[in-house]
């Protein structure tokens, strides 16, 4: 069900019903105390920042597909962000690079489902016994291609 039209469309009508009337009443409320306080108070710069942002808290409300906030990309981007810190202590330039390349391949296949570990395995093995002749032979070591052996995969407990 979760990722279907139908659940799209299901948490877009729940969204207008629930959310929208509170985020009517946050406007509501910014509006009206925005008049009185005192535009460098910590108050008159709270509502100031929370009226320019308004336009975007609603554009949730407009797609079921949308998430509500982006706590996937920030997690997604966590490791990048330790990782630059480890970065400074490379040696050189292109160890650092690699380093930064290596990240990217091993939250890719975390993004797509498999484990980091055995497709960085699976990854050079298939590399090291092949001739990359053709883009298509790459296509196919790719996390997200239907080549990549099912056990590579995460286990999910349902």
Not at 13 to 32: G, W
Not at 44 to 73: H, S, V
Request: with cysteine.
């Amino acid at each position: 069900y979760i990722g279907s039209d139908d659940y799209y469309a299901d948490r877009h009508t729940i969204r207008l019903k629930r959310s929208a009337p509170i985020i009517k009443k946050f406007q509501e409320y910014v509006d009206n105390e925005i008049v009185d306080a005192l535009p460098k108070s910590p108050l008159g710069k709270a509502l100031a920042y929370a009226q320019k942002l308004l336009p975007y808290m609603r554009t949730f409300l407009t797609n079921g597909c949308l998430e509500i906030d982006n706590n996937a990309a920030e997690r997604a981007i966590k490791p990048f962000v330790i990782g630059r810190k480890n970065w400074m202590f490379s040696k050189t330039a292109k160890g650092a690079e690699s380093s930064a390349l290596l990240y990217s391949v091993i939250e890719t296949a975390k993004a797509n489902g498999l484990a980091s570990e055995k497709y960085l395995v699976y990854l050079f093995e298939m590399l090291a016994n092949s001739e990359i002749k053709e883009r298509d032979m790459l296509e196919k070591c790719m996390p997200w291609s239907e080549n990549i052996p099912d056990e590579l995969r995460v286990k999910t407990t349902k």
